[in-house]
């Protein structure tokens, strides 16, 4: 089992649509929770950091549930550029352990 | 913004050269990762470094592949002699990093290296 683990999608989704995609994983001392965005090619950017509490940045989501070890992100109201590859990033003592991510598409 | 720099941002070369990658971490940043992603595969980490001292690279292949960070402001990664199979992304990424936490990763915009 990996230790990050993604549905790698493609998640087809019509625009202004809500979407949301899981995470799950397995080191149950991990603290350190992201979500990253990739471009075809592109470097990965930090999307949001997922907080104990959950938190919102526009219209994106993002939360934690520790008792069931995932995090999630819902995206609301969906636009065209949200099509990407979304990386969810767990923490290790020194590193962070990368999922292979969720393909999105937004479609008109 | 401070912003981890790579390069070259291409390179194109018959396999059997050597290959030297270049990175400048985000000032401050104690940790340097290089990650290698091909189109059929995710972020692969090849090897990191915490303090400039190497803490892990069993994702390199060993006998090709070298890593250093002979200060500071700079990594290096090194693929001697190159093959076909070593075309991909290259990225560099820094970060600040403990032992039970760590702050989020900026990379950089990453080397596309092809190998003929």
């Known amino acids: 089992r990996k230790e990050v683990e993604q549905d790698p999608g493609p998640f087809n989704v019509p625009e202004g649509a809500t979407v949301a995609f899981n995470c799950t994983y397995s080191?149950?001392?991990?603290?350190?929770f992201f979500w990253y965005r990739q471009d075809c090619r592109k470097e990965p950017k930090l999307l949001m950091s997922?907080?104990?509490?959950?938190n919102e940045d526009g219209r994106f989501t993002a939360q934690l549930n520790r008792a069931s070890q995932y995090i999630s992100l819902l995206i609301r109201d969906s636009k065209l550029s949200d099509s990407a590859t979304y990386l969810c990033?767990?923490?290790?003592?020194?590193?962070?352990?990368w999922g292979a991510g969720t393909k999105l598409i937004i479609k008109p | 913004d401070a912003r981890v720099t790579q390069t070259p941002r291409h390179k194109v070369t018959e396999m059997g050269q050597e290959v030297t990658m270049r990175c400048q971490p985000i000032?401050?940043?104690?940790?340097v990762f290089w990650y290698r992603q091909t189109m059929m595969q995710g972020l692969e980490l090849l090897a990191y470094?915490?303090?400039?001292?190497?803490?892990?690279d069993s994702g390199m292949p060993k006998d090709r592949f070298s890593a250093e960070m002979p200060d500071a402001t700079l990594a290096t990664l090194k693929i001697q002699p190159s093959e076909p199979r070593d075309s991909a992304v290259y990225f560099c990424?820094?970060?600040?990093?403990?032992?039970?936490?760590?702050?989020?990763?900026?990379f950089g915009d990453g080397t596309r290296l092809s190998i003929l």
């Open positions: 990424a820094s970060g600040l990093v403990g032992v039970s936490s760590n702050q989020p990763q900026h």
């Open positions: 000032l401050g940043h104690n940790t």
């Open positions: 470094f915490r303090n400039r001292a190497p803490l892990d």
């Open positions: 080191n149950s001392a991990s603290q350190s």
């Open positions: 997922v907080y104990s509490s959950g």
């Open positions: 990033v767990v923490n290790r003592i020194y590193q962070l352990i």
